[in-house]
Each structure stands twice: as structure tokens, then as C-alpha cells.
């Protein structure tokens, strides 16, 4: 994994944990595009619904323990 996915993983641990302190501003700008992915939009505003953060936090981890989507590699799984 690189660096950022790590820090993408570390931050996701931390919303799944407890979301109330981690708000959209509390997610570093670097990582913010990676959570709006997984976000549902909001209708008035098209904008990455604060309510899906939880859920985006658990396809985050649910993607790097799966190594898909954003964590896929090229490499074949090792057993």
C-alpha cells in the first residue's frame, strides 16, 4: 500500500470509530476526494452528503482488506 492509501485507511478507522469528531473538515484535503467516492450526494446541493461518512469510512476499510476499488493492484493475491 502507499502512503496515502495508509493514511486513507488510518482516517477511515477513526470516522468508523466515532464519526462525531471527524467531520468533513477534520479529513485532510489530500484525502477528502477519496471519502466524497464512497459519499451518496446531497439533492439540494449535489455535494457529498456529511450523512454517508460512516458508511463511506466502512467501503473504505471494506476496499483495503479486499484490496478493490481505490486499493486494487495489478499483483496476484498472495495465500
Request: proline share 5%; net charge negative.
Given at each position: 500500500m502507499t502512503q496515502t492509501q495508509i493514511d486513507v485507511v488510518e482516517h477511515a478507522l477513526r470516522c468508523?470509530?466515532?464519526v462525531s469528531i471527524c467531520g468533513w473538515d477534520a479529513i485532510p484535503k489530500e484525502l477528502q476526494s477519496y471519502f466524497?467516492?464512497?459519499?451518496?450526494?446531497?439533492?439540494?446541493t449535489g455535494q457529498s452528503?456529511?450523512?454517508?461518512?460512516?458508511?463511506a469510512a466502512l467501503l473504505i476499510l471494506r476496499d483495503a482488506i479486499t484490496r478493490s476499488g481505490e486499493f486494487a493492484t495489478?499483483?496476484?493475491p498472495e495465500y
Open positions: 468508523f470509530r466515532d466524497a467516492k464512497y459519499m451518496d450526494r446531497d439533492v439540494w452528503d456529511l450523512q454517508s461518512l460512516r458508511e495489478d499483483e496476484p
